[in-house]
């Protein structure tokens, strides 16, 4: 039987994305190109509205007057409307749409292949830090959230609640997944029995539900996906050691594979996840400078194990309660790669997370050039594909290759490779880099010689990964400001940029700066001053240094 949810009426107004997203400017196109196809109806009007039912019907409407004016849509300006550039590089790049439902999103197949290639890389990382994956149910009793008290009292706001299920009213309310580790805990206390069973260290690649009043496709939405990890140790120093692990995988994956260069280090008390001793986390700096939480993994110590009655006999026969941590990465991560590398053409993808690194186009007017140049760029593309170079032939006759070079552009595609009647006689190619625009990223006569050609293809792949990683790595240092005082923290956080300075106020200060200036404690980073420092806030000695930031 289907269960019914009954879920808490949304009576707050969800903040809109962009309320200048029914003013669209004319496109303009880059050396004659035309124009991409008509995309689908705003993102917007599934993430900004009122409520939280199906789309009504002036929404539809006004859905299909966007539609079909979709040859007049171009992207907005990444400089002049940074949220509105989001959601239009999300819509024409064909990564998702949105649900039925307000705030929740259909994942789209390039959208999804991104996460697919997140989840390629972390789940290898996983394993060969002892991890296995397995699942649990999503629907978790109300009374096991209950059970941790500052775990209830911070999820209670966003849960989702079946109350109905086949036609009956239950015994008992079930939240719907918004985390794991309550039902983690209640298997987790049948499995453990002894030391010989620690540490017990699983995985779960899940969907989770957070009813959330203000949404944004990919980086705050009703339901999305990611991966949780959880582990049960026998002492607290293994614990640690695993929360400071994991984290450390996290940073590596976004250094390494998503290009971005994220800062790791620990929250403050007041952000910390609710239920843990210690949360550690990456955080990244997007295009508007903002901060994204991009990954967090949490030392939960005993909070859950004393709860649930999670407990061990010891080598000397003493029964203990084991110490515990959790870690997870979602689709936000996607939302983070768009926001960090993106330009006005769309979107711009860190090679080893391409769906497609190559995309091939062949270019030809007359019939009797057809057969040459496909045959030549057929040959290209399987001599790229052998080599282990994800890579695509746009051989479709419908559009032109000046609307296929605009398409594969948006798509972020790293390299594109351009045959045409000359090329095939004189047995070379373009290339072009979708990092460098114009002629600057356009390289004329490399050898369709497979050995060559793979070579020089790869080493362009690995150029652009590391020109991502640094513009990134420049911005970021461009746009954070040491401070030594409040005054010198407003100012910064005013100018849309990161504060850093030396911090041991109290929690109460922490969030005095929160609500005069929007900015939170987004961590205090690993690499930490060995000095004494004073306190921005109070003028008391800091031995530590935190990073404020408005954040996502």
Not at 89 to 108: C, F, S
Not at 302 to 307: D, M, P, T
Not at 397 to 424: A, C, H, S, Y
Request: include cysteine; charged fraction near 25%.
């Amino acid at each position: 039987m289907v269960a019914s949810l009954r879920l808490p009426s949304l009576t707050y107004l969800f903040t809109s994305p962009s309320a200048a997203l029914g003013r669209r400017s004319k496109p303009v196109f880059r050396r004659g190109h035309h124009p991409p196809p008509s995309p689908p109806p705003p993102l917007a009007a599934g993430f900004s509205a009122q409520g939280t039912a199906a789309v009504p019907p002036a929404t539809e409407e006004r859905a299909g007057k966007q539609k079909s004016r979709g040859e007049e849509r171009a992207v907005s300006p990444r400089s002049q409307d940074f949220n509105a550039w989001y959601l239009d590089v999300i819509e024409h790049a064909e990564l998702a749409d949105y649900g039925p439902v307000r705030g929740t999103m259909v994942i789209r197949p390039y959208g999804y292949a991104i996460w697919e290639a997140i989840q390629d890389y972390l789940n290898v990382k996983f394993k060969e830090t002892g991890h296995s994956n397995m699942y649990f149910p999503q629907f978790i009793p109300y009374s096991f959230i209950e059970k941790e008290a500052s775990h209830v009292e911070g999820f209670s706001p966003e849960l989702a609640l079946v109350t109905i299920g086949g036609g009956k009213e239950l015994e008992e309310k079930l939240a719907v997944r918004p985390t794991s580790e309550t039902i983690v805990n209640h298997m987790f206390t049948q499995w453990i029995h002894s030391h010989r069973d620690l540490p017990l260290m699983i995985n779960q690649w899940a969907n989770v539900t957070r009813w959330e009043m203000r949404t944004k496709p990919f980086i705050r939405t009703l339901e999305f996906l990611w991966q949780e990890g959880h582990t049960a140790h026998a002492t607290p120093e293994e614990a640690e050691k695993e929360a400071l692990q994991m984290i450390d995988v996290y940073t590596k994956f976004a250094y390494e594979q998503a290009a971005i260069p994220v800062i790791a280090g620990w929250k403050s008390k007041v952000e910390r996840f609710a239920g843990a001793d210690r949360t550690y986390t990456i955080e990244a700096m997007m295009g508007d400078r903002k901060a994204l939480q991009a990954g967090t993994s949490h030392n939960l110590g005993q909070n859950f194990s004393r709860a649930f009655g999670t407990q061990f006999t010891d080598e000397n026969g003493n029964r203990q309660h084991v110490w515990q941590t959790s870690w997870a990465i979602s689709t936000r991560f996607v939302g983070g790669i768009i926001m960090t590398h993106g330009d006005d053409a769309g979107l711009m993808l860190p090679p080893r997370l391409a769906p497609i690194q190559v995309i091939v186009i062949p270019i030809y007017k007359k019939a009797d050039e057809k057969s040459g140049v496909i045959s030549a760029a057929s040959s290209v593309k399987e001599a790229l594909q052998s080599a282990g170079v994800k890579v695509k032939l746009d051989d479709s006759e419908q559009r032109t290759p000046g609307w296929k070079f605009n398409f594969w552009e948006m798509k972020g595609v790293p390299l594109r490779i351009e045959i045409g009647p000359r090329d095939v006689s004189s047995g070379s190619v373009v290339v072009s880099r979708r990092d460098i625009p114009g002629k600057e990223g356009k390289v004329f006569g490399i050898s369709m010689e497979p050995a060559v050609l793979e070579a020089y293809v790869k080493d362009k792949l690995d150029e652009i990964q590391s020109s991502l990683l640094q513009r990134a790595k420049l911005f970021r240092d461009r746009n954070i400001v040491d401070v030594s005082s409040y005054d010198e923290l407003k100012e910064a956080i005013s100018q849309g940029k990161w504060a850093r300075g030396p911090w041991s106020a109290s929690d109460q200060d922490e969030l005095r700066v929160k609500e005069e200036t929007g900015a939170t404690i987004r961590c205090f980073p690993f690499d930490q001053p060995e000095d004494i420092k004073t306190c921005l806030m109070t003028g008391n000695p800091a031995s530590e240094v935190a990073i404020f930031a408005k954040s996502y």
